[in-house]
């Protein structure tokens, strides 16, 4: 029973010296490093922000256009519908042209609201990964420093 307890003893003392060795080393570079990553992360979210800001005031705008173009649409069916009840070959001639034009209006916009509406999905999408990049530099940080 001694002898178990006596090399039970010299293992554990040989653990407790051995274990600041098998710590991790930090260095105060380790230190320096997190706390830059943490500023670029911060310069990286208020990038993601002003780039989430601009999207949506981009999409606003192409859906104000979209309703724009619907009303010119709109309007150019109406005087088709007149020219052609009062039989004026050049007007409706003309008409058809206005409709062509105002349609590829509309489909450009609906298209530049789409690429604007993804933009601002990936803009979110980098955002979150950012705020994990910080949350993650953070904690390195903090066991930097405690193990310091």
Do not use: C, F, H, W
Not at 76 to 102: F, P, S, T, W
Request: glycine residues 4%; charged residues 55%.
């Amino acid at each position: 029973m001694k002898l178990t307890m006596a090399i039970a003893m010299t293992g554990m003392a040989a653990a407790l010296l051995t274990a600041p060795a098998l710590a991790q080393d930090v260095r105060p570079n380790d230190v320096k490093q997190d706390r830059k990553d943490i500023r670029q992360d911060r310069r990286d979210l208020g990038g993601d922000r002003r780039d989430i800001r601009q999207d949506r005031r981009d999409i606003q705008q192409d859906t104000k256009d979209i309703r724009g173009d619907r009303r010119d649409l709109s309007a150019d069916r109406r005087e088709l519908a007149a020219d052609r009840k009062a039989g004026d070959k050049d007007a409706v001639k003309g008409d058809l042209k206005d409709i062509r034009a105002d349609r590829k209006d509309l489909n450009a916009d609906v298209k530049d609201r789409r690429a604007d509406a993804k933009d601002l999905r990936k803009d979110r999408r980098d955002r979150r990964q950012d705020r994990r990049d910080l949350r993650q530099d953070r904690k390195d940080l903090k066991a930097d420093q405690a193990a310091k």
